[in-house]
């Protein structure tokens, strides 16, 4: 896994890229993984932090032995484009 960490005060895992904090909201229920919302700042955008943080999340997903349902638009979109790679674990 990547430098990826879960805040609990935040209710969220964050990640640190470059000075800046990429980080998704989550709650887990009954074995999955809802990602809420996903966020990447302005600096950080159209550069990959996003990409790379959803697979560090998908990398504690798998160690966590949890399915993962995307609520957040650009989760759902992104899970899309890498069904190959994480259809064992998307709900």
């Known amino acids: 896994m990547g430098q990826i960490e879960f805040n609990t005060a935040q209710g969220r895992y964050e ?3 470059d000075g800046h904090t990429v980080y998704a909201t989550i709650r887990k229920k009954d074995g999955v993984l809802f990602i809420d919302y996903v966020y990447a700042p302005p600096e950080l ?5 996003a990409g790379d943080f959803m697979v560090d999340l998908m990398d504690v997903a798998n160690h966590e032995n949890l ?3 995307p609520v957040c638009g650009y989760a759902a979109s992104w899970l899309r484009r890498h069904y190959k790679d ?3 674990v998307t709900v």
């Open 15 to 17: 990640k640190d890229v």
């Open 45 to 49: 955008r159209g550069k990959g932090a």
């Open 67 to 69: 399915k993962v349902k």
């Open 86 to 88: 994480y259809a064992d």
